[in-house]
């Protein structure tokens, strides 16, 4: 089932939050939609499942207009917004049977759907316990509950894993990765290996424009500059300085070498190649070939991290006019 976005735009007063932006999920997928706070995720977010209205531009859930067709679209899409809304004096099973009433399930389906609700989202020793007594993963779960009771071919979450600890968070990661299989998932969160561990696709948006859309390994590929290996050779009694370091230089596509020091008997250095190339497999055949012990070998990799700020941060540092206004006196 296809989520599409087309031109949308949203206004806060003079504020422009979103602007213009245009984007498809499709069935199977799962988007990680992300920027830093305040570029308009959760306003995209709260559009898509009716939430707010836009002033510009259309949202269709499988063919269905948020305008003409709401409560068909709202069947369609499970929701779990970054605050979590609960309700702390009912218990979970009443909670849960409560939105599926909301939802129209029919009396047959209700404790079916409820008993796999339960299951899957790890509920079954807290089931009968009021809602406010549990600690804010187990709320998180309940969450995730309401979103997936009615069975919705969209699901849309904010900071899904918000509160969870490190096992729950594979737990939930596992889960969300399952449902993606048959079903359209948009996920936001600020746990961006999260997103590399979970999402096949990456939206990043900033200031209310879209800046990137890709997959993480096309994004982290292309924020790559040189190759950097780094490698842990232990130490002989050749000089790494005046020895070693002229021979790694003279080896094909090496463009730098640097020696990194000498800790534990370890000799480190730091070799770079040009952008696209490997040259771990020569760099162990000259090892080898020299009678050098290899200890460690460590290629560097762009972190999903590094392309954020990126793409994320230019242009956002303060001036001394900027400090100004927070003086005492202004």
Do not use: W
């Not at 031109?7 to 979103?18: E, M």
């Not at 009443?94 to 404790?111: D, R, V």
């Not at 998932?185 to 200031?207: D, F, M, P």
């Amino acid at each position: 089932m296809a989520v599409t976005v087309k031109n949308l735009t949203k206004f806060y007063g003079s504020t422009k939050a979103i602007n213009d932006i245009s984007f498809e999920v499709n069935t199977g997928e799962i988007l990680g939609f992300l920027g830093p706070n305040g570029a308009g995720k959760t306003t995209t977010m709260k559009i898509i499942t009716c939430f707010l209205p836009p002033n510009d531009g259309i949202v269709e859930i499988d063919g269905y207009n948020i305008f003409e067709h709401s409560l068909e679209v709202r069947k369609k899409i499970g929701y779990l917004p970054e605050h979590n809304p609960l309700y702390p004096d009912m218990n979970v099973l009443e909670y849960l049977e409560f939105i599926a009433k909301l939802h129209n399930l029919g009396k047959s389906t209700i404790p079916q759907r409820i008993k796999i609700m339960v299951e899957v989202c790890g509920l079954g020793d807290v089931r009968h316990k009021d809602i406010g007594e549990l600690s804010k993963g187990y709320r998180q779960r309940v969450g995730l509950a309401q979103a997936m009771i009615h069975d919705p071919d969209v699901l849309i979450l904010d900071e899904p894993t918000s509160g969870l600890d490190p096992n729950q968070i594979i737990e939930i990661r596992n889960l969300i990765k399952t449902i993606g299989m048959a079903k359209t998932v948009i996920l936001s969160t600020h746990i961006l290996s999260e997103v590399q561990a979970t999402c096949g696709r990456v939206i990043i948006i900033n200031k209310g424009e879209i800046i990137a859309d890709s997959t993480t390994d096309k994004l982290r590929e292309e924020f790559r500059g040189s190759e950097i290996i780094t490698l842990s050779l232990k130490a002989d009694n050749r000089d790494p300085v005046n020895e070693l370091l002229p021979m790694f230089k003279n080896l094909p596509l090496v463009e730098t070498v640097e020696y990194d020091g000498t800790e534990n008997n370890t000799h480190k250095f730091i070799v770079t190649s040009p952008k696209g190339t490997d040259i771990r497999e020569n760099l162990f055949n000259f090892i080898v070939s020299n009678s050098l012990i290899l200890l460690e070998m460590h290629r560097s990799v762009v972190s999903l991290e590094e392309v954020f700020h990126s793409l994320t941060s230019a242009g956002e540092k303060f001036t001394e006019s900027d400090y100004s206004k927070y003086m005492p006196g202004n």
